[in-house]
């Protein structure tokens, strides 16, 4: 019987926790100050420090699964890219797939401003 009461507790202890680490899988909705901010950030950052960018494209912020501002978007409309922000909106990294533009000359040894 003990045993049977020691599954049941340590069922209920897995749902909750595995429940906890799901709250935030599809991010956190950000309020609309935060929201301009970022993008506004994320397509100067791109325009910025790489050569021939014509358009940024870009999606809704998301509070990425290590907890930062992350955005994603398109350079060029072809290129996709994820940006994650620091929490005064300077950029922490950016993740670029195939196609993406090459950094400007003057933007490889340190990040141009943005």
């Known amino acids: 019987m003990k ?6 507790f340590l069922s209920i202890i897995s749902i909750i926790l595995l429940g906890g680490c ?32 014509q358009s940024v494209e870009l999606k809704e912020p998301y509070q990425s699964p290590m ?8 350079v060029n409309g072809k290129a996709d890219f994820t940006i ?19 950094r400007k000359d003057e933007c490889i040894e340190r990040v141009c401003d943005y």
């Not at 309020?31 to 021939?52: L, M, P, R």
């Not at 994650?84 to 090459?102: I, L, S």
């Open 67 to 74: 907890g930062s501002l992350s955005i994603e978007g398109t």
């Open 84 to 102: 994650d922000f620091n929490n005064d909106f300077t950029v922490a990294m950016v993740g670029k797939k195939e196609g993406f533009p090459e």
């Open 3 to 8: 045993k049977v009461h020691l599954f049941i």
């Open 22 to 53: 799901n709250v935030n899988k599809y991010g956190e909705s950000y309020d609309e100050e935060t929201v301009v901010q970022a993008k506004e950030t994320a397509e100067s950052y791109i325009k910025s420090n790489f050569k021939d960018v």
